[in-house]
């Protein structure tokens, strides 16, 4: 998933992609460890993803709000 993609995302579907990529997560690093993940760039790229994330959910934290 590209930064661009995650962008247009709103609060509550990056919520969900967040939760999915962590639990995609833990899955392949338990077929990791019992030997049955075959494409071990899954790992990186799911790093990577809930970084993304985690990015673009911390720069709506930050972002100034606009005249309330």
């Given amino acids: ?5 995650v962008r247009k995302l709103t609060d509550h579907e990056l919520d969900d992609r967040l939760r999915e990529a962590k ?7 338990f077929a ?3 030997r049955q993940l075959k494409d ?5 790229a ?8 985690l990015t673009v959910k911390r ?4 972002a100034p709000r606009s005249a309330e």
């Fill in 46 to 53: 799911t790093r990577r993803t809930i970084a993304r994330i």
């Fill in 32 to 34: 990791l460890s019992t």
């Fill in 23 to 29: 639990q995609d997560l833990w899955q392949a690093r």
């Fill in 40 to 44: 071990y760039s899954q790992i990186p």
């Fill in 59 to 62: 720069e709506r934290d930050t």
């Fill in 1 to 5: 998933m590209e930064i661009g993609e």
